[in-house]
């Protein structure tokens, strides 16, 4: 056992005070409740679900079933209650648990429905089920015996890592020549916005995209050591709010910027509640010598972590540019850097016993909500599985020896827009593979994204609003 392992594990070990844990429980079921009174409000659980009649799957979890626009809409009314239960500590474990467990399964319905933030809410509410979070101001430890006066360090810096995993990875994925160098997609989607007050004529400028580009890489790939660093948090909690403010501002991403704003008080000091309200609470030192269960808990953090890290990494290891084949695009932090819109068509060959071989054209609107197919077309396992639900419609209506090939072309980022997926390709016999390139997507265009120096700017309709 080295000494650096010890000193890893005596650091995470020591005494903290749980009320920045307390606060941020606060802070993480308000949004659960609000968010979720504004999803019932906007009547998203009848058109995520009520509305389409085919779901794609997750590889591997197509055994989960996708529920109805009822069922979705009584599972969001009981996210209220558990948010409010998390909030203020109620039988805290039970709903933390309850909640993690069923967002997760609605959120397996259909792949069309995942957001980044959607999956920085199950992880945190992971966390969240494991630490100490109601050890302080919560309904338990006042009446349940659940007070501790001191949590493990490792309960905040576990969480701490996971924000930061968010922040540098979505700087990793700016540091390419469409953000940096094109401000794009950018310079696609500001100059809809130019009816916003003040600042929208702004938005018409072409180098304003490319120096808004600039000025969210510098953000995200700074932002973690500037809360870390006692001197510098109040000016970057300011930028901060500043940052998500403008994001809100601009675009319609739903919760997201609220979530950020309120996962990053967990890089405060944590007694910062305790300052807040004018007092600080003496926390009793601990024994230098770390025990078995500080180890066990050191190495769980650890892998946590390293799993975190890994996921995004996978990009760089199937994908020749993972923003167009999107090989390992999910679960990656790559939030906002890809615009693609494009056309579809599946020209399904079959044979017929009445009248022989023949061929017909499926739209994917003939089976899908416009919504749907606004996000699956660019996305290529999905494409697939569409194109193996009509090969397996096909037969069941008994036609013979199906072949389902696919028309598509798709512009990123402002490019023309180019061939996606190889028309001689029989998609039929093709299988979905996790971890490597689907041969069947044809090479990245050649051509560039719209220059920020030119003399006026595209305009394309705004983005739809996400949950």
């Known amino acids: 056992m080295t000494a650096r392992w010890m000193r890893l594990v005596a650091w995470l070990s020591r005494p903290t005070d749980p009320a920045g844990l307390a606060a941020f429980r606060f802070l993480y079921g308000t949004l659960v409740a609000l968010g979720s009174a504004r999803f019932l409000d906007a009547g998203w659980p009848e058109k995520l679900y009520g509305t389409p009649t085919f779901f794609f799957r997750f590889a591997g979890l197509s055994w989960v079933p996708a529920v109805d626009g009822d069922s979705a809409r009584a599972c969001y009314l009981a996210f209220v209650v558990l948010g409010i239960g998390i909030a203020t500590g109620t039988l805290y474990r039970l709903c933390i648990g309850a909640f993690v467990l069923l967002f997760t399964f609605i959120q397996l319905g259909d792949v069309t429905n995942y957001l980044n933030h959607y999956w920085l809410v199950i992880l945190l509410g992971v966390l969240l089920t494991v630490v100490p979070a109601h050890a302080v101001w919560s309904v338990d430890a006042w009446l ?25 990875f979505a700087a990793v994925a700016k540091a390419g020549s469409d953000w940096l160098v094109y401000g794009q997609p950018l310079g696609v989607w500001l100059p809809p916005r130019s009816a ?12 304003v995209p490319l120096l808004l580009s600039w000025g969210g890489f510098v953000y995200d790939a700074t932002i973690v050591p500037l809360l870390l660093w006692r001197r510098s948090r109040p000016f ?72 975190q890290v890994a996921l995004p990494l996978r990009t760089f290891i199937g994908s020749n540019d993972v923003l167009w084949d999107e090989t390992g695009m999910r679960f990656s932090w790559r939030v906002m850097v890809r615009e693609k819109s494009g056309s579809l068509s599946y020209r399904v060959t079959f044979t017929d016993d009445d009248v022989g071989r023949r061929t017909v054209l499926v739209s994917p609107h003939d089976w899908l909500t416009w919504r749907q197919v606004n996000e699956m077309i660019g996305q290529p396992d999905l494409i697939l599985q569409l194109a193996h639900a009509i090969r397996d419609d096909f037969y069941r209506r008994g036609f013979h020896d199906v072949e389902v090939r696919a028309d598509c072309r798709v512009t990123l980022n402002g490019r023309p827009a180019s061939v996606f997926i190889n028309p001689d390709t029989d998609l039929a016999r093709e299988v979905d593979c996790l971890f490597c390139r689907p041969a069947w997507v044809m090479p990245r265009p050649t051509s560039t994204p719209p220059s920020p120096w030119r003399s006026t700017s595209p305009a394309t309709a705004p983005r739809p609003e996400q949950p």
Request: glycine fraction near 8%; charge should be positive; aromatic fraction near 12%.
């Open 236 to 307: 970057a909690y300011a930028l901060v709010i500043v940052f998500h403010g403008l994001t809100r501002a601009f675009f319609d991403i739903g919760m997201f910027p609220f979530i950020m704003v309120t996962a990053t008080t967990l890089f405060f000091d944590p007694s910062w509640p305790r300052r807040l309200l004018g007092g600080v609470t003496p926390i009793p030192t601990a024994s230098s010598s770390p025990t078995k269960g500080g180890q066990l808990m050191s190495a769980a953090v650890v892998l946590w972590c390293a799993v």
């Open 196 to 207: 916003l007050p003040f600042i929208g004529p702004l938005l018409t400028m072409p180098l």
């Open 144 to 168: 349940l015996g659940a007070r501790r006066p001191t949590v493990p360090f490792a309960a905040v810096a576990v969480l701490r890592c996971q924000v930061a995993v968010v922040y540098v």
